[in-house]
């Protein structure tokens, strides 16, 4: 088989990067292991985050619209964030922008790519039986990806601070019918992050998110689980009885930066670039779709070639996440008695003074957030992205 481009991956920023290269003339597969049964994880997206990377959300794949979100502190103090936010059918959302893409021209293919050769200006990639030759492989294929790697790429840096997830469908009468996004942090949230996320009527979405505990983050989930049904006990009758259905899993790389994102022939797009959250991986992907069909048009597939996705990705987004980062650091260091004084702050109720609260070189990072008007959504943001 031969292409223009190749997109490894239906990711967020997979689908978007083969449906802009699709619009911008190239001819398109995309390949994906799990084509006919697509089951991702996150469903949980806000207006802000969406209008930043230009994406609509549909009336066809929209569950619930949110007000807003929520940060818990480990002494169950709040601070809400009034905000748009919208949980979404994850698999009517994937057929949505799978339909969208084979619209496009796009051709879709199931198959697994087991590795990359560069041939001259193109490069081959190896399913278990079969070879696809494309101008440009866009690897969008999340945080487990090996093609750019293998490739001699460093596509994200501080891979280690990847957080392993887990999101569980939980039901419960009446539990979905609450209107904020909720997240723990502090030691609510064995591991590192938690959340909630309600999906209407019976049912929501539970979440652990664990950082430098390797994979397996049973153990978190279950720890989480009590205390959330001990927070929840006064609102909810029975929530003890709590039913679990769904379970899935997966690396989120919220706290990553982005790292090279172009070699020859090659570009690497979404989890697998340490590009997190559902809208900012669909806004890369676009980008990095509509370079591919550029460079593919223009005869120049080279790193150089393809390096103006990498520009374009910098100038929009370079900054949010070097802060998003240090942000997240400076609350993944901070002690409870900190992250209820710092939520007590955002809520109003009480300033930030300096004094102890300002121990640590990365604590800047918080005060530079904390002085600017959209901290609070800014601070969400970052706990969101992923
Ligand atoms: C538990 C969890 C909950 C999350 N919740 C949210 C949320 O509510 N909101 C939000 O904005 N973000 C959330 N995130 C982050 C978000 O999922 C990701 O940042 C975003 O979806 C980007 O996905 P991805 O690029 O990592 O790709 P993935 O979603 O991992 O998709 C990769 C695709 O590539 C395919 N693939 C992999 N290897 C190959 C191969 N060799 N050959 C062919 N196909 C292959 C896979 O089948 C898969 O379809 C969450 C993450 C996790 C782990």
Known sequence: MKCDVLVVGASPAGLMAAISAAKGGAGVILLDRDLAGLDHAANTLFEGMAATSGIKVEDCYLKKELEGMRILSPSGQGVSIPAKGYFIDRKKFDEHYLRLAQSSGVSLLAGVAKKSRLDGSRRTVFLNEDEIEARVVVDASGVISHLAREAGLLPMRHAEDIAWAMEADVEHPDLGEEMFFQYWIGSMAPGWKAT???????????????????????????????????????????????????????????????????????????GAAGQSGLAYSMRAGTICGSVAAEAVARGDVSREGLSQYEKLWRREFYWQYRMGRASLQTLAMMKDEEIDRLVAGLSGKRLISGGSFVKKAGYAAAIVLLSRPKTVFDLATNLMRG
């Open 196 to 270: 909630f996320s309600p999906a209407g009527g019976d049912r929501a979405t539970l979440g652990v998110f664990v950082r430098g505990h390797g994979q397996n983050v049973q153990p978190f989930f279950r720890d989480f689980l009590k205390r959330f049904k001990a927070f929840k006990a006064t609102q909810y009758r029975d929530i003890e009885n709590l039913k679990i259905h769904a379970v899935r899993r997966g690396g989120d790389p919220i706290c990553v930066l982005p790292g090279e994102m172009s070699a020859n022939s090659l570009m690497v797009t979404g």
